[in-house]
């Protein structure tokens, strides 16, 4: 998501054929790779469920990953009258990480861009890999609007060493999101996670990463995924 990759900046995908007797032409292999879902060939964790937390690990930085709770609450989906679907909820992530003063002094000194890796959440089509923001062309081919709110921060806490040098950051964020789609298309997926390394914005990590939520790179082409892998956890949205 565009707006999140600037905040959490700054607080912070082959499909293996059977071995057969005779091989297939070069075409048909490539038209039975292309009727497995794009998502289905990522290795990503689909255990992303409602009210249930999850876990992912976030960079933190001259400490190393530590654990990021993060659930989806609120999860709510309700038919509309124009033959559409209309989906909300709001992801909570908790920073369970507390520094101990040798922590924080090796925060202090190892600051260059941010203390934390950040985190995020990507709504996608699973047969592409795509995003459906809005504003994609794939989600005004298909029909899809994402709409989401300002993000919402709390349990800010001041950590100190015994120098003088000290890290503030917020223990809870959320933000709530609504997508509304054709209440045939059973194609969105949501996945959420963190960032289990550092980057800054206008960065190759940082343009990547935004051109997957700019729809014009699939999400196993990200840093994200590439770096995360099993760090993120995802669920259909049907």
Known sequence: MRKMLKKSACLLTAVALS???VAL????????????????????KWDLKKNKAVTSKEKVVGVGNKNMKITVKNYKTTKLKNGKKKTTFTIVYNRTFKPTKKQ??????????AWFGGYYFSIVDYSTGLSLESGSDLSKELGVTVRYSDWKHSGTKKYKDGDGCWVSYPAKSSIKVSITYPADYKGACLGVGAHNYLYQEGSPIYKVNHAHFDGKRPFGKTYMYKRGKTNSHWMRIK
């Not at 070069?26 to 289905?40: G, I, Q, V």
């Open 25 to 44: 032409p070069a075409a048909a292999e490539e038209a039975h790779a292309a009727e497995k879902p794009y998502m289905k060939t990522l290795k990503l």
């Open 104 to 113: 924080v002094h090796k925060m202090c000194n190892n600051y260059e861009v």
């Open 19 to 21: 071995a057969t007797m």
